[in-house]
């Protein structure tokens, strides 16, 4: 006798959490979405700067092809994904080699996981993308940007 | 004495129901349910089934967290349902679903068979050469606390299934092993009895292995047992890549040895002897050769 | 002839890693030139994008062999990236590896072409 079964994955619904999961998995998500962003940006990246082989002429039109205002609003956010990748990718290359994680310890009432022992990097790391955007900012918006 | 903390409350459990028999998919159905401070999920599910529908059903077996059987889904979350009380994940509403990432059998039945089958695949025993020692033993083998230490919090594991429903690889990806079987599969990796380093190193090199786990690291924050298959799997891979780049001590370990008379202490000065034996006959393993 | 991916996934940290750093660099060049300005970053003064400082920066010898290390990594890092997001979709097989040969396609091409730039310009540079 075959039994039914009804199917029940999350699916991509399940890459995006449901409100009430923890920030780790908030960043994994971000991580995801910023290197594809990132990725996308890098490959058209390589097409257009390798113009500045053919000389002068084209390296300027290049440029001013991607001179407008949603182009550069657009690089700025291409700045925030990279400072965002970069340091929870070094937060994550930390974790994942097994030296944020902590050591194995017997489970005892309340239970800390690694996630605990990652959190005050996680906490610092997140600062330091606020400075680093911030930073990014200022040289785009406030002064003569490039 | 009127103590608003103390006062039975109505809440709305939103049961996710489905019958392969009769229905086409799930379906939400609301039953009130009267809940005293305390009352725990099991204990409102029981409610229903005793006083509106005997027919919801679910697994439960121990009704104190130990045996795994109870996962659901409890508003949005991964929990045991006897280990979670009522008013600490709801407040007017409670929505009790199956465990997501499993097939559904029926209401809060998930199938838990494709966990069980990735679990076995990853050879979740302690495997050594001396193959006649391990099936008639003769003694013990020799562990230290530090090597115990090692891979006893992965041990805790009730093989509840939430991790693997809270686990967003898991969501989209069938091949991943998942949590729980690489949690298991990194306690035996890492036992210092096992002798099958490289054969575990292999079978943890492809897709079922560990490198699709971007450390989300919710499996960790629901797991009921403080089991952290999150750290056994960021492990994991350290001693996987550790080995790929030839520096792992571990890869080199013989396994543990069986455990010598020197290892065993005698008794520690001025322990007075045991009382004689008050029943006549009566002998103890201490007084057996 | 599949690596399998211990192997794999080892370079795609470590060429994270040196990502940070020569990216770091490159973003200090193009993007923090205003707040924390290297003269051997933009020789030339003024806008990074400037033809006078891709003129100048080609001159160096270290910007070529930076870019094309940098190139390398991040294209090795991006695609493998894209390429688990693509797998843990639960393609069938087929599309399997109609995704990694197009991936590595892809990245050898780009390579190909990024490498030609930074040592293409290096004549156009001394030889205007």
């Known amino acids: 006798m075959e039994v039914k079964r009804y199917p029940n994955k999350l699916g991509l619904k399940g890459w995006l959490g449901g409100g009430r999961w923890g920030v780790e998995r908030y960043l994994y998500t971000l991580h995801r979405v910023t290197g594809l962003g990132l990725v996308l940006y890098f490959l058209l990246h390589i097409i257009v700067t390798a113009s500045r082989a053919l000389g002068e002429t084209q390296w300027i039109d290049a440029m001013g092809l991607v001179s407008g205002t949603l182009f550069y609003i657009g690089e700025y956010l291409v700045f925030v994904a990279f400072a965002f990748h970069a340091l929870n990718g070094l937060r994550l290359a930390l974790i994942e080699f097994g030296i944020l994680t902590g050591p194995a310890e017997e489970p005892i009432y309340p239970y800390r996981s690694s996630l605990n022992v990652q959190r005050p990097f996680m906490v610092v790391m997140m600062i330091l993308v606020a400075v680093v955007v911030l930073a990014g900012g200022w040289d785009f918006f406030l002064t003569g940007g490039h | ?289 | ?128």
């Open chain 3, 1 to 128: 002839m599949a690596i399998k991916d211990t192997k794999l996934w080892t370079w795609h940290v470590l060429a994270g890693l040196i990502i940070f750093v020569l990216l770091g660099l490159h973003m200090l060049t193009m993007h923090l030139n205003e707040l924390l300005p290297i003269a051997a970053l933009n020789p030339a003064g003024g806008h990074p994008i400037d033809w006078a400082n891709v003129v100048a920066r080609a001159q160096q010898i270290s910007t070529m062999v930076v870019y094309i290390l940098l190139l390398g990594v991040a294209l090795y890092h991006g695609l493998y990236g894209l390429r688990n997001i693509l797998m843990e979709l639960n393609p069938s097989q087929g599309l399997r590896g109609l995704i990694s040969g197009t991936i590595i396609f892809v990245g050898v091409v780009l390579f190909v072409v990024g490498t030609w730039a930074a040592i293409a310009v290096r004549s156009t540079a001394l030889g205007a």
């Open chain 2, 1 to 289: 004495m009127s103590n608003t903390a103390e006062k039975t409350t109505d809440v709305i459990f939103r049961v996710r129901r489905f019958d392969p028999e009769k229905d086409a998919k799930p379906y939400y159905e609301d039953f009130t349910v009267p809940c005293p401070p305390g009352l725990v999920v099991l204990d409102g599910l029981w409610y229903i089934k005793e006083h509106f529908d005997s027919s919801l059903a679910w697994r439960s077996s121990c009704r104190m967290g130990v045996c795994g059987s109870c996962g659901m889904l409890l508003n949005g979350k991964p929990h045991l349902a006897c280990h979670t009380q009522v008013r600490e994940v709801a407040g007017k509403i409670l929505m009790v679903a199956p465990l997501p990432n499993f097939d559904i059998v029926r209401d809060l039945v998930p199938d838990l068979a494709p966990m069980l089958d990735k679990h076995r695949a990853l050879k979740t025993t302690v495997r050594r050469a001396d193959t006649e020692e391990v099936l008639d033993p003769t003694d013990q083998y020799w562990q230290s606390p530090e090597e115990l230490t090692r891979y006893l919090q992965f041990a805790y594991c009730i093989k509840c299934g939430c991790c693997m429903a809270a686990c967003p690889t898991l969501a989209t990806d069938p091949v991943y092993s998942g949590p729980m079987p690489l949690a298991q599969g990194y306690r035996y990796l890492t036992d210092s009895r096992d002798g099958s380093f490289q054969e575990r190193a292999e079978l943890l090199s492809g897709a079922e292995g560990p490198w699709r786990c971007h450390y989300a690291g919710e499996c960790s924050a629901v797991c009921p047992k403080g089991v952290d298959p999150a750290r056994a799997i960021q492990l994991m891979k350290r001693e996987l890549v550790l080995d790929y780049l030839k520096l792992s001590k571990r890869a080199k370990c013989e396994p543990a040895r069986l455990v010598r008379p020197e290892d065993r202490s005698g008794p520690r000065e001025g322990i007075p002897d045991a009382p004689e034996f008050t029943v006549e006959g009566a002998t103890s393993p201490a007084t057996e050769s």
